[in-house]
T-cell receptor, first 115, second 113 residues
């Protein structure tokens, strides 16, 4: 069964550094998402992306964050200048383009640790 | 905006006993409902979903959930749990026409041998 792939599984970065989290969504999917889960807290929506543009973003997704689909397969989340509070598990998800209510398929996540 | 409440943060259950994990939601518009499971060190895997139609939905691994519109609930049940069911379970909703998922805080299911 096709799956969403995220790399790296664990990223350790110094505060203030830029970090790029990478995702390969399922190949025929058209909608892409990033969520995060701070340790011990709920999974929170960050951003949705469709047709090469952001369709919705949360208040968490400020100017320090950006997303990109640089080619036909990758979907990336960039944090420009990381803060301690960005430490979290980041999940990428994708879903097909047809039909309302289609479930999102999640990757295994990237654990981001900011030192 | 919608919200999801999972009333139990932890549920310990003896192996082969039944279990119910509770989920209530709040929304001013119609929603789709989902249960996801997260095994240790893994991502979120879809257990089941309610879009429309029959209020009792069956998912993978013997789980089922019942949508109750009047009580705005979507409780997850399994008649007999196994050690392998040990995981965190998340209830989530999305609005019609908006695919963003809003998650509950999760319920950690621990199976006691």
């Amino acid at each position: 069964e096709p799956e969403v792939t995220q790399t790296p599984s664990h990223q350790v970065t110094q505060m203030g550094q830029e970090v790029i989290l990478r995702c390969v969504p399922i190949s025929n999917h058209l909608y892409f998402y990033w969520y995060r889960q701070i340790l011990g807290q709920k999974v929170e929506f960050l951003v949705s992306f469709y047709n090469n543009e952001i369709s919705e973003k949360s208040e968490i997704f400020d100017d320090q964050f950006s997303v990109e689909r640089p080619d036909g397969s990758n979907f990336t989340l960039k944090i420009r200048s990381t803060k301690l509070e960005d430490s979290a598990m980041y999940f990428c998800a994708s879903r097909p383009g047809t039909g309302d209510g289609q479930p999102q398929h999640f990757g295994d996540g990237t654990r981001l640790s900011i030192l | 905006a919608q919200s999801v409440t999972q009333l139990d943060s932890q549920v310990p259950v003896f192996e082969e006993a039944p279990v119910e994990l509770r989920c209530n939601y709040s929304s001013s518009v119609s929603v789709y409902l989902f249960w996801y499971v997260q095994y240790p060190n893994q991502g979120l895997q879809l257990l089941l979903k309610y879009l429309s139609g029959s209020t009792l939905v069956k998912g993978i691994n013997g789980f089922e959930a019942e949508f109750n519109k009047s009580q705005t609930s979507f409780h997850l049940r399994k008649p007999s749990v196994h050690i392998s069911d040990t995981a965190e379970y998340f209830c989530a909703v999305s609005r019609f026409g908006n695919e963003k998922l809003t998650f509950g805080t999760g319920t950690r299911l621990t199976i006691i041998p």
